[in-house]
């Protein structure tokens, strides 16, 4: 396959588990961080997830230690010239997605692809930042990155087929299992679970049961991995309500509004698992 060198920006949540993956299936990857001690987090995540699987004997400690070598961290975006692919993991903010793409265009070569994985930005916007915009698609991957097998390869009008078919390929060639959608808000996962978690929210502020017996109820009755609130923590409640937010934008249904306690809990700073408490208290672990 073409691609060879894989880029990524951004190394929280999202952007490491695609460094991790990328890595373990034999690309080269190098990730961009805001600052050097972005940087010197993102290494240390990594490493400690390869360490901690190899301590659980699922890695071995070669394929642990040439994993960890072929991942590097930096600051600089001029160092992604070589990269035949990058995917942008940072934060979602279109206007800042927007000028990095437009950087990138400068510094990639012009066969190289430029991805995002976006969850609610408007990716024919980034194409049109660029000056290859036939060259420019969405790559969303699901959280926890290196346990969820989906990806959605999302084109826009000006991605070129050829382009949609080599992201598949590289999808398919990091583990994961593609599925192809048009650049429509959402996609196809968030479209369908954003008002499922809306939902859930509406149906406990209007108390209909409590948080654990809702989960319970959607985890035994539906054979869910995780019931609602659990996966809302687990996805952040400020990145749920962005993601509502910009759905409501762009389509006026009032079931993507975000509801009322979603936003409170949101203003009150209890963003989930990240921030230590959401719907559920977490430890410092
Ligand atoms: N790399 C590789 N393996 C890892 C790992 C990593 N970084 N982290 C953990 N693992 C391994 C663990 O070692 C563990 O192995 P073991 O069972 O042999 O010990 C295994 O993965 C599973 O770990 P857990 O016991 O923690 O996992 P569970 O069986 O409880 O499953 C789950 C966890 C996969 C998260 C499951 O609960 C699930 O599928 N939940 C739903 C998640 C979901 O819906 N995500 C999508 C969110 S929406 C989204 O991301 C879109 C965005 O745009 C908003």
Redesign the pocket.
């Known amino acids: 396959m073409a691609i060879k060198n894989v880029g990524v920006i951004g190394c929280g949540l999202m952007g490491s ?1 695609i460094a ?1 993956v990328s890595a373990q299936a034999g690309f080269p990857v190098l990730f961009v961080e805001a600052n050097d001690e972005l940087v010197r987090r993102g290494l240390g995540r990594l490493r400690e ?1 390869l360490e ?2 190899a301590a ?1 004997g ?1 890695l071995d400690a070669r394929t642990k230690d040439e994993t960890l070598g072929r991942i590097g961290g930096t600051t600089r975006l001029d160092d992604l010239k070589s990269c035949d692919i990058v995917v942008e993991a940072m934060t979602e903010n279109q206007a800042l997605k927007n000028e990095t793409f437009a950087k990138l265009d400068r510094i990639c070569a012009p066969p190289a692809i430029l991805a995002t994985n976006t ?1 609610s930005c408007n990716v024919t916007a980034l194409a049109a930042a660029t000056t290859r915009p036939g060259r420019v698609l969405g790559l ?1 991957f ?3 990155v ?3 097998k989906l990806v959605e390869v999302a084109r826009t009008i000006l991605t070129d087929e050829a382009v949609v078919q080599e992201a598949t390929e590289w999808a398919r060639a990091v583990g994961k299992t593609p599925v192809q959608a048009k650049d429509s808000t959402a996609f196809i ?2 479209r369908l ?1 954003v008002p499922y978690l809306l939902d859930a929210v509406r149906a406990y502020e209007g108390g209909l049961a409590s948080l654990e017996d809702i989960d319970t109820a959607m985890k035994l009755g539906c054979g869910y ?2 019931g609602p609130f659990t ?1 809302l923590d ?2 952040g409640l400020d ?2 309500m962005y ?1 509502a937010e910009v759905m409501f934008e762009e389509f006026r249904e009032p079931r993507y509004a975000p509801p009322p306690l979603l936003k409170r809990m949101v203003m009150a700073g209890r963003l989930g698992r990240k921030t230590g408490r959401g719907f559920y208290t977490y430890d410092a672990r």
């Open positions: 588990g991790q997830t901690g699987l659980k699922k969850s969303h699901f959280n926890p290196p346990l969820m996962v968030n679970l991995p995780m996966l687990l996805v990145t749920t993601v």
